[in-house]
């Protein structure tokens, strides 16, 4: 199973939600990454977890909280976020913080108005 | 000097046609390196990794000249299913990928 699933799919937010997104993996990967990807533009990193510590934060806005509840899963949290905040935002894991071969989610669409 | 350059195009090819998409990198510690595809819309795939001496994956050839600092993908018999944009991605020493903007390719019947 090479497979990460993301939910929501889609997501409509106002400035003034809260809402979280959800990332899933069961292929034993010890890390897992949150990026954000522009019309146009390769992802940009945002968080990376190792072994489920946070080990990079990418000086990603504190509107953006990510959270690893166990090997398998990663959440980020939103809030109080921005128009310019509306992007596909993409979960990826790999077998380790040293492997550049990652598996990416389907991604979550992200539109805040 | 963007770390990582490639050109956009779109390349524009037939079916069947052999085409060839080049990256260069600006830094030579980078570490490994590894070509994705992303379909529109889609997240990207890994296509293949890159090694110094060169690697095929049936129609896919990639190769790295870490001298001259480029790696490259040769597509050949390109199928219509090849349409994608090709991002070259770079491992660094910090431990995280570094994209490329990506190479549009554009195969028609």
């Known amino acids: 199973d090479t497979e990460v699933t993301q939910t929501p799919k889609h997501l409509v937010m106002g400035m003034t939600n809260k809402k979280s997104l959800k990332c899933e993996q069961h292929m034993g990967h010890r890390a897992m990454y949150w990026y954000k990807q522009k019309a146009k533009k390769p992802p940009e990193l945002m968080f990376v977890?190792?072994?489920?510590?946070?080990?990079i934060n990418e000086s990603v806005p504190s509107r953006f909280s990510p959270e690893c509840p166990n090997s398998s899963l990663l959440n980020l949290h939103l809030h109080a976020l921005q128009p310019e905040d509306s992007a596909l935002y993409l979960c990826a894991s790999s077998r380790g913080q040293g492997a550049g071969e990652q598996y990416f989610g389907p991604g979550t669409r992200l539109t805040v108005t | 000097r963007k770390e990582v350059e490639q050109d956009p195009g779109p390349f524009n090819v037939p079916e069947g046609a052999t085409v060839a998409f080049n990256c260069t990198y600006s830094n030579s510690a980078s570490q490994s390196f590894f070509w994705y595809r992303q379909d529109c819309r889609k997240e990207p795939k890994l296509l293949m990794s890159?090694?110094?001496s060169g690697n095929e994956d049936g129609r896919f050839t990639a190769q790295l000249n870490r001298a001259s600092q480029y790696i490259s993908l040769l597509i050949r018999d390109s199928k219509l299913s090849d349409s994608a944009t090709y991002l070259c991605?770079?491992?660094?020493?910090?431990?995280?990928?570094?994209f490329g903007t990506g190479t549009r390719l554009l195969v028609s019947p």
């Open positions: 977890y190792s072994y489920e510590k946070l080990s």
């Open positions: 991605v770079l491992f660094t020493g910090f431990q995280k990928l570094v």
């Open positions: 890159v090694y110094s």
